[in-house]
């Protein structure tokens, strides 16, 4: 991290500060509008999606459903329906394409939530706190799994924040804003990037879904990395970058394999030499 | 480095790795044991008061099939579902409804149900009548004006199905004497729970209430046979005749108690 400077001003003086945030920018919009897009019918009438981010239907018609949700309802022993089947198979192909963790960045509300904690513990250099290892994810996204099965029912929603979330917005909130500040909170102050980093299980199965996705960040222009820092210091899932990176010498191509990157293209905004971009994992050399 | 270094340094990694991984699990584990907990306690029959909508899944396999999605609350023309917030007693996210707030209303085209996506709302009950939601009962009988005397009849008459979930039957007013009591009377066979009864019924704290059905119902022992019913499939008696011996009355000039005078 360069001392002097504040993170990604180097970017900024260098593209102006719109071309430095456009993926940022981009992904706020698209977060916004799929929660105006629910938000549209209980506010206006006008309903284009009617549901909640667990399931819905598109104009009454093109169902979309949440494919770990289903997968703990059919371990827990409930057969899904055609309807359900038809919205997993939309949803987890287009998160197949795209990366799982699209879903992440792109879609979650909790991940505002999360962004903007890690944007105060960079301006308020708070370090980093408790360590907790990043396949914490994984041993819950498992557990709760195998919960659903003993149990017979879909346990993460009891507690799920991005669900919960989404219906206190759309249905009427009680008590349910309690976890988001808790978790804005568990971010600043104990852990970095420690709920969707560290902890979250929706965004480990979704990560599964990355493990072959054509769209992938690239580091096309690796050799004109200046070591600044920058992108580790705005990546969210920064030990995905230095493979990809750093990884000429060891014979390592350019793109960004990891299933748990977000192609969240913080790195492309941030990075002042042009190194990253979006593009395909194949040709990687 | 000597090789009894990088050995070391491997071992030392290795049980780093170790240490690490079971602590990741221990702790994980002792989350999944308190959402375990959590998740049993919610799996629970509902509180009484709450009802889930019609062709709901039993309890247990609704909360398999149930994703949260809202999609039948939205369907609901009269606004009665909602969706449980975290602190409520249904288990989150789950629609329900309170029956003395906004009760069903029955609709035949069930739209609730159409729009139910998973499945947790059976697409199978065509028939909106089936439906079970919970169970009417008078449980206050000190209070309802009809056992009181009065005729009231509210809640029979805001039933949509009159004279079929629940009745009037007639009984006699011993406080007076010389009055009829009508008593309101629900029939289970006939009963959907859709709350229209205690949603109309004119006390400050309704003294009919629609409660779960596991609430209401008692069982009868599986081997008892109802004799009268047995009789009418039969078409007779399924006992041999009985001997129908005369009605003794006191006899007062019997010889065995001559001296006996009232
Ligand atoms: S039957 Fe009609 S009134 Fe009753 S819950 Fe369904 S949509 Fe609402
Ligand atoms: S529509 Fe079905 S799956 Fe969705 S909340 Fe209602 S009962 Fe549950
Ligand atoms: S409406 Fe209430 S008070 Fe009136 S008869 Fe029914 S239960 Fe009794």
New binding site residues.
Partial sequence: MTDSKEIGALAISRKGWLRSHQWLLLRRTVQVVILLLFLAGPLTGVWLLKGSLAGSRFLDLVPLHDPYIQLQGLVGGHVPTTTVLIGVLLVGGFYLLVGGRVYCSWVCPVNMITDAAAWLRRRLAIEEGMRLARSTRYWLMGMVLLLSALLGMIVWELLNPITMLYRGLLFGMGMAWLIPVAIFFFDLLVAKHGWCGHLCPVGSFYSLLALGSPLRVRANGRQECIKCQDCYAVCPEPQVISPALNGAEQGRGPVILSANCTNCGRCIDICAEGVFSFGSRFHNQ | MSDAEVKDQAHASRRRFLLGSAKTACGVALFGLGLGFYGARQSEAMPYYAMRPPGALDEKRFLAACIRCGQCVRACPYSTLRLAAPEEKVATGTPYFIARQIPCELCENRPCITACPSGALDPTLTDIYQARMGLAV?MDQE?????LGLR?????RSCPLLDKAISLDAQHNRRSGKHTLFI?TVHSKHCTGCGK?EK????EK???KVVPLVLAKGELGKHYRLGWEEKSKAGRSLIPEQLDLPDRLPEFDSPLQPEWKP
């Fill in positions: 008078v209070s309802c004006l009809n056992f009231c009849d509210v809640c029979y309101p009864c109309s019924c004119v006390l309704a003294a009919i």
